[in-house]
């Protein structure tokens, strides 16, 4: 079985530019859930979905940032017009069920550089 | 709102010895606590959950962790360290049945000395 996939695994891009950023779930999950860590901090939660839902987006900021769960395909995180800030790792996860109990599988991870 | 304070940014110890990582929570509500692992430029690995079960909870990798309500604490231990140890700690928390966001503390890079 399959773990949650993501790529790129590395993303380099210019200011102003847009970054794409793609999660496959495990097999069997449809919650998807998205969390930034910035050098030296932990993981920051960003948004939660659904297949074609937004559940939580409280953690995504209000400018350039978007996520989508289609019926199809995997899950994307879409950073328009990328700023040096931005530049951070961004992992997606997993779970068959939701809920505080519930165990989140990570994927390896997308890092972004903007230069 | 919940929040998690690892102690110690960075622990050295020598490989054989015990292994000690700090993990303290605040929580409004009976949490639901986890300890992951990251390896360089890897994703992270779940070692461990404590869901108001038992308060001693075994983990892979011969790590384990107790719940301690009174302390507030989720403290990470291993009695033998290895050196496939080496490598980054989250401890992490979410608040509830209902909660499914994770808030992590900002970790601990374990450093094992042969």
């Known amino acids: 079985n399959a773990g949650v996939m993501q790529n790129p695994r590395h993303l380099v891009r210019r200011r102003g530019q847009e970054a794409r950023l793609r999660c496959s779930p495990m097999k069997g999950h449809s919650h998807v859930y998205w969390y930034r860590q910035l050098p030296e901090e932990g993981l920051k939660f960003m948004v939660y979905l659904q297949k074609e839902n937004i559940i939580d987006e409280s953690g995504m900021p209000k400018e350039r940032f978007s996520a989508e769960f289609p019926k199809e395909g995997p899950s994307i995180l879409r950073i328009q017009q990328v700023v040096r800030g931005d530049s951070a790792a961004y992992f997606c996860?997993?779970?068959?069920?939701?809920?505080?109990?519930?165990?989140?599988?990570f994927g390896p991870g997308t890092r972004l550089l903007v230069l | 709102a919940q929040s998690v304070t690892q102690l110690g940014s960075h622990v050295s110890v020598s490989e054989g010895a015990l292994v000690l990582l700090r993990c303290n929570y605040s929580s409004s509500v009976p949490p639901y606590l986890f300890w992951y692992v990251q390896y360089p430029n890897q994703g992270l690995q779940l070692l461990l959950k404590?869901?108001?079960?038992?308060?001693l909870v075994k983990g892979i990798n011969g790590f384990e962790a107790e719940f301690k309500k009174s302390e507030t604490s989720f403290h990470l231990t291993k009695p033998s360290a290895h050196m496939s140890d080496a490598a980054e700690y989250f401890c992490a928390v979410s608040s509830g049945a209902g909660s499914y966001q994770l808030t992590f503390g900002k970790g601990t890079k374990l450093s094992v000395i042969p």
């Open positions: 996860a997993s779970s068959p069920g939701t809920g505080g109990q519930e165990t989140q599988y």
């Open positions: 404590y869901t108001s079960a038992a308060t």
